[in-house]
C-alpha cells in the first residue's frame, strides 16, 4: 500500500527558534498533501492544504506567515514552524492523496512537536 | 455548517461486541471513511462506505444510510488491543475530508 514518511519522529525546540518537518511519500506521486495539528485528546485539526507547485490553502485561523509550507515535488511537503512558541507545541500529521475521486488519504506517522 | 457528530467515549468488555455511531450533515456527500487512531499514532485506515449498505471486512463492518445521514462501525469479538479512539470523516462536495471528534473506545477485560 501507499507509504508516507515523516521526519522527524519527535522534536524538542526552544521558544522562538524555527522547526521544519518534512512529509513524503514513499511509492507514489501526491499531488495533494494535507497538513493537521491535533492537540492531546483532541481530533484531528486540518491546517492546511497544499498542492504541488502552488500556494498552500490555510483554513481559517490558520497563520499563513507562521506556518509555512512548500510542496515544491510530487512527493515531498514540507512544514516550517516559524518562531515556535510553547503553544504550537502539538502532535503535526500529513497525510497525501489524489484529489477528484481518490477514496483515501494516506496518513503519516506523525510529529510530536515541543516547544520549551 | 457542516457536521460530524460521534459519542466521546464507549466502553466495551473483551470478546463482546460495540457499535459506534456517526451522523452527519455535509454539503455533499463523497464517501464516508472510518479510522483508528492509538493514542500518540497517525490515524489509520479502517474502511469507507460511498453507497448504502455495510461492509464488512474481518471483525470490523462499517454500515451507511446516505438518506439519514447516518453510519456506524461494528466492532467483534472484541480484543483489548481496539481500545483506540475511533474517528468518522466524510468528503464533502470538494472532496475535503471533515472530521469528527473521535469516540475513545475502552476495553475491559
Known amino acids: 500500500g501507499a507509504v508516507v514518511s515523516q521526519h522527524p519522529s519527535w522534536v524538542i525546540c526552544k521558544s522562538g527558534t524555527s522547526v521544519k518537518i518534512e512529509c513524503r511519500s514513499l511509492?507514489?506521486?501526491?499531488?495533494?498533501m494535507f497538513w493537521y495539528r491535533q492537540f492531546p485528546k483532541q481530533s484531528l485539526m486540518l491546517m492546511a492544504t497544499?498542492?504541488?507547485?502552488?500556494?498552500?490553502?490555510?483554513e481559517q485561523g490558520v497563520e499563513k506567515d507562521k506556518f509555512l509550507i512548500n510542496h515544491a515535488s510530487l512527493t515531498l511537503s514540507t512544514l516550517t514552524v516559524t518562531s515556535a512558541h510553547p503553544e504550537d507545541s502539538s502532535f503535526y500529521i500529513c497525510?497525501?492523496?489524489?484529489?477528484?475521486?481518490?477514496?483515501?488519504?494516506?496518513f503519516g506517522p506523525g510529529t510530536r512537536l515541543t516547544v520549551t | 455548517g457542516q457536521n460530524i457528530d460521534q459519542p466521546t467515549e464507549m466502553t466495551a468488555t473483551e470478546g463482546a461486541i460495540v457499535q459506534i455511531n456517526c451522523t452527519y450533515q455535509t454539503s455533499g456527500f463523497n464517501g464516508l471513511f472510518w479510522y483508528q487512531q492509538h493514542a500518540g499514532e497517525a490515524p489509520t485506515f479502517l474502511s469507507y462506505?460511498?453507497l448504502d449498505g455495510l461492509e464488512e471486512k474481518g471483525r470490523f463492518s462499517s454500515f451507511l444510510s446516505r438518506s439519514k445521514g447516518y453510519s456506524y462501525l461494528l466492532l467483534k469479538e472484541l480484543q483489548m488491543k481496539d481500545s483506540a479512539s475511533y474517528l468518522c470523516?466524510?468528503?464533502?462536495?470538494?472532496?475535503?475530508?471533515?472530521w469528527g471528534a473521535g469516540t475513545k473506545l475502552i476495553i475491559k477485560p
Open positions: 462506505n460511498v
Open positions: 497525510s497525501a492523496g489524489v484529489p477528484m475521486g481518490s477514496y483515501e488519504q494516506y
Open positions: 470523516a466524510v468528503k464533502d462536495s470538494n472532496y475535503q475530508l471533515i
Open positions: 511509492d507514489f506521486q501526491a499531488t495533494t
Open positions: 497544499s498542492n504541488e507547485g502552488s500556494k498552500a490553502t490555510y
